[in-house]
């Protein structure tokens, strides 16, 4: 790989980008009938939470495994919640819809490798 190519994480805008677009996302979710009532309960540092370890997968600092424990651990919080595919397809679209606000890359190779993240079964609520 060369040198020049970004981490998407890089890519992405660093920390303070995936910040903005977890805090901008869990705004939508909170207002959303949908997938609100089942993130009601959520502690005020999730959105921090998730851009760590958004962050950290997509090549940045190892932060949520050093803080939180890892991929495991993120599992583990979100198993049992059960969501429907009205849901699941709920929170990508206002995933995707945060990432335009925020002014994530909108370049088609960074949002195929975003997209195809936020798809893939990492732990979706179950």
Known sequence: MSQDVPTLYEWAGGAEALNRLTQTFYDKVAQDPVVGPVFKHMSPDHPAHVA????EVFGGP????EDFGGHREMVMHHLGKHLTEEQRRRWINLLADAADEVGLPDD????SAFMGYIEWDRGWPR
């Open 52 to 55: 760590a370890f958004i962050g």
């Open 62 to 65: 190892k932060t949520y495994s």
């Open 108 to 111: 088609p190779e960074f949002r």
